[in-house]
Each structure stands twice: as structure tokens, then as C-alpha cells.
């Protein structure tokens, strides 16, 4: 009988070597390393779309306000019900004056503020919405534009606005920053 049929293989094949197992570890710490900060943004990121989302509804009543030419002195604000807070969003207001939307965001969604500014015209020549607290007439056959701000982006048409958003920009989706 053969008995070297029976050996087993070469002690190289038999497993992984110390030294090959550490440079896996450490590929793996360099990885987890660019992974984890990207993952913990994307996740900030997708919390402040809840705000977005949320503000439909106030999107909606500045088009209702501007669309039927009701001044009052609440505006833009006039008879919008705020959404209730909730773990990322804490509030959605609207400016009375002007229809701009501030969404202000929890900690857990970066505890700043997006800016919705609503314009007429193109994003490169803008003009700001009538003041909806005076008596003023709806402008002719144009179509309102939204620009989402977040820290650091700029207003279409240099909008003057009351106060900056302050969301960071690496937390704000894509269309905000």
C-alpha cells in the first residue's frame, strides 16, 4: 500500500499565514475607515429629505396664496398648519412677506435649517415672489421655481433673505447644496 497517497499537502497550502491575515486586517481598517464617515453622511443626508418631503404641503399653500392674490397680514402663511415635529424634522415655517420655507432639522438630521426660496422667472435672472402682506397683483403667466438652499449656496438673482440656511452642505441632498 502507498502510503504517500495518504499525506496530507504541502504545509503552505494548509491555511493562511499570519502575516497574510494582518495585511487583511488592515485593508479592511483602511476601507472601514472611508466607508463608515460616507455611510454616516448618507444617512444624515437621507434623514433631511424627510424635510423635503414635509414641506409639499407648504410649497402648496405659497402657490394657493400667490395664485389667488389674497393678501393678509399672515401672506404666504396665511391658514398653513405646520406639520407636527418629528425625530428629524422639528419645524417648517413660512415667511409671510416673502414665501420663503424654512425647514429646521433635529441633531439626528444635522440641527440646521434648509432655505425653499420660491422666484419667478429663470434661476439666473430671478425675481422674489409680491409681498403677499400688501395688496398685489400675481405675475402674468409665470411659473413659480424653488431653490433649495443649505449652508453657503446662494439665492437665485441675489434674493435677499432674512437669515442664511445653516445646514451643512455635506448633509443637504444633492439639489440643496
Known sequence: MDL??????SPRSAGFSLIEL????????????????AYQDYTV?????????LASAAKAQVLDVLG?????????????LPPSPTKNVASIAVEANTGVITITT???AGNGTLKLVPYVGSPDAATALPDATTAFT????A???WRCLAQGATAPGGINLSAPASLQ??????ECR
Open 4 to 9: 504517500n497517497r495518504f499525506q496530507s499537502q
Open 22 to 37: 494582518m495585511v487583511v486586517v488592515a485593508i479592511l481598517g483602511v476601507l472601514a475607515s472611508f466607508a463608515l464617515p
Open 45 to 53: 443626508r437621507a434623514r433631511v429629505s424627510e424635510g423635503l418631503a
Open 68 to 80: 389667488s392674490a389674497a393678501s393678509a397680514p399672515a401672506g404666504y402663511a396665511a391658514g398653513y
Open 106 to 108: 433635529t441633531a439626528l
Open 138 to 141: 400675481p405675475p402674468a403667466g
Open 143 to 145: 411659473n413659480v421655481g
Open 169 to 174: 452642505a455635506k448633509w443637504a441632498p444633492a
